[in-house]
């Protein structure tokens, strides 16, 4: 049975992150478009977040990116395939005791933007962000052996962020449309 490993957010994290940025750009370095810090770990006022560096790396072909597999796993990750999420390659670092996960996206795929507004809606709410880290400690508390129930109850709260944050990016959106006129 998986722990849940929830641990106060840490700047470590921002450093781990580029460390290993730099290790996928150089596997990536002939497809890669561009590559971002996202989830938790990016966010410092949620307050707590698994241990787990996401890597969001946009490419220009999601087809070139198989045949990395190999240097991939020589970098320590396990190729996933799409995982789940269609026109999505996964990788994940570290077994059972997770460090790193890499979603790699060809360019345009909607999955990108979901991601980079998850992170800017919480960046610029802070108070939904640490409602989130808050969430998360007390589903520790409450199931601290059992991951995927961890998993499934906190499932419902980042599905309303996603959508709060894909209405605000909206919004966001039309407002720099606005002052640009």
């Known amino acids: 049975m998986r722990r849940t490993n929830v641990q106060p957010w840490s700047e470590e994290w921002g450093q781990k992150y ?12 002939d497809i890669i478009i561009d590559i971002f810090h996202i989830g938790s770990t990016s966010i410092p006022t949620i307050g707590f977040a698994k241990p787990i560096i996401d890597i969001l ?3 220009e072909d999601i087809e070139q990116v198989d045949p ?5 796993t020589q970098l320590g990750y396990s190729p996933k395939s799409e995982n789940g999420i269609p026109g999505r390659r996964y990788f994940s670092k570290g077994g059972e005791q997770r460090t790193h996960h890499v979603h790699v996206y ?4 909607e999955n990108i ?6 992170q800017a809606y919480l960046l610029e709410n802070p108070d939904i962000a640490k409602q ?5 400690q007390s589903l520790l508390e409450k199931y601290p052996d059992i991951h995927h129930k961890y998993q499934e109850e906190k499932q419902e709260f980042v599905d309303q962020l996603v959508k709060d944050a ?16």
């Open 18 to 29: 580029k460390v290993e940025a730099s290790a996928l750009k150089e596997i990536f370095k």
């Open 57 to 59: 790396i946009v490419v």
């Open 68 to 72: 990395l597999n190999n240097k991939m």
């Open 106 to 109: 060809h360019k345009g795929n």
């Open 113 to 118: 933007q979901i991601h980079l507004n998850f």
């Open 132 to 136: 989130y880290g808050q969430l998360k």
């Open 166 to 181: 894909q209405k605000w990016a909206l919004k966001e959106q039309k407002n720099e449309n606005r002052r640009l006129v």
